[in-house]
T-cell receptor, first 114, second 110 residues
């Protein structure tokens, strides 16, 4: 089975731009998570979907971050407008419904905002 | 406050030495997992251990649920063990949504 696929691996944006990160979960997984990883804060949950429905939209990230899941095999995370403080690694993960033991992560997208 | 605290923040060992990593959490948890992240790589689940002791290969995890702590013991460390080790719990006790610690960075020198 293919793992979680994230694209692009690296993204460089100017302040104020709109960027879209993409994620393909493991086939058959119903839970999908977007995390942001920084050295200081570690992993922070941005969004959580179950069976394509948005279950949690991280409060602190709501205004400029929007995650969508139009079908069970594809999710996007849009950041609009980007700010330098958004520079981080964005990780997508998926798992079977209700089973953190089956959680798989993608390789992440490293975002640099200038 | 920090829900999941890990110590030490970093650790340097000589190859062959053992490592002991600690994870303390401030709320009850029905799920606790240890993850490994290679330098520049993605996270991989090492083992799930919400209570008791679990072994896999050179790894041993012991979780004392009522004391809200877990440890990960790495025996006979190898240079390929270098990376970051992360502990995660399901803060809401739902079994699926994980909150992560900031990790222990391990460097094993040859």
């Amino acid at each position: 089975d293919a793992g979680v696929t994230q694209t692009p691996r690296h993204e460089v944006a100017e302040k104020g731009q709109t960027i879209i990160l993409k994620c393909e979960p493991v086939s058959g997984h119903n839970d999908l998570f977007w995390y942001r990883q920084t050295k200081i804060q570690g992993l922070e949950l941005l969004s959580y979907f179950r069976s394509k429905s948005l279950m949690e939209d991280g409060g602190a990230f709501k205004d400029r971050f929007k995650a969508e899941m139009l079908n069970s095999s594809f999710s996007t995370l849009k950041i609009q407008p980007t700010e330098p403080k958004d520079s981080a690694v964005y990780l997508c993960a998926s798992s079977r419904q209700g089973s953190a033991e089956t959680l798989y992560f993608g390789s992440g997208t490293r975002l640099t905002v200038l | 406050g920090q829900q999941v605290q890990q110590s030490p923040a970093s650790l340097v060992l000589q190859e062959g030495e053992n490592a002991e990593l600690q994870c303390n959490f401030s709320s009850t948890a029905t799920q606790l997992q240890w993850f490994y992240q290679s330098p520049g790589g993605s996270l991989v689940s090492l083992l799930s251990n919400p209570s008791g002791t679990k072994h896999t290969g050179r790894l041993t995890s012991t979780t004392v649920t009522k004391e809200r702590r877990s440890s990960l013991h790495i025996s006979s460390s190898q240079t390929t063990d270098s990376g970051t080790y992360l502990c995660a719990i399901d803060r809401d006790n739902m079994g699926y949504k994980l909150t992560f610690g900031t990790g222990t960075s391990l460097l094993v020198d040859p």
